[in-house]
Every structure is written in C-alpha cells, then in structure tokens.
C-alpha cells in the first residue's frame, strides 16, 4: 500500500519561496508517477507536476520555470521548489501516485494521496 506524508508548507509573501516534501513508502519508483496537485475552494483540484515512471518531468503552464519538482530515489522523497510564489498559487498541496503502465509509458489514475498541506501567498 502506498503511502504518502506531506510537509513544508506555510505563508509567504508574493515573490518569495517554498519547499514541500512528500515522504513515500510502499511502492516502486519505476512502476509509479508521483505528482503534486492544488485545489483552492471552489475550483476542481489541478495537477501542477509530476514525474513519471522513465523519470519524465510535466509542469501545468501557470507554475512552469518557477515551480521544480524532483524526486530522492534513495530517501523516496518528493519535492517541490516553489519560487516567485504569487497569490493565486495560493491552496491546498497534495502529494499523489498513481501506477505507471509500462505498456503504454503513461500514468494511470492518481488515486493514492496524501493528507495536503496549505501554502498560503500573501499580496
């Protein structure tokens, strides 16, 4: 059973930065995409980066060259380097998996998620 603990994150004023972090157990980095989602009140959860199964990057173009998402293979950690933070990046984070056909070299359904942690962007 895959397992998923997020951590890093807080307030911060716009044009500043954060780190959160994703702890994983119970899976196999190959045979998995991991990924970050937001969702603010109101509005349908969104994928902001993942990384999938041949080590393949994918931003959403509202965080693309200010967001970076990597992975600690040897720790199974799973990062994201917020910068130049703005206030509609403002919402709930959460760390996701979801299986990696390696068929057909695409992630399935996420459907394995962590608790979310709140990033807030002060204007």
């Known amino acids: 059973q895959v397992q998923l603990v997020e951590s890093g994150g807080g307030s911060v004023q716009a044009g500043g930065s954060l780190r959160l972090s994703c702890t994983a157990s119970?899976?196999?980095?190959?045979?998995?995409?991991l990924g970050w989602f937001r969702q603010v009140p109101g509005k349908e959860r969104e994928r902001v980066a993942m990384i999938d199964g041949d080590d393949g990057f994918t931003y959403a173009d509202l965080v693309q060259g200010r967001f970076t998402i990597s992975k600690d293979s040897n720790k199974d950690i799973l990062s994201l380097q917020m910068d130049s933070l703005k206030p509609e990046d403002t919402g709930m984070y959460y760390c996701a998996a979801a299986t990696f056909s390696t068929f057909r070299r695409r992630c399935r359904e996420f459907n394995y998620w962590g608790q979310g942690t709140q990033v807030t962007v002060g204007s």
């Open positions: 119970g899976y196999t980095s190959s045979e998995y995409c």
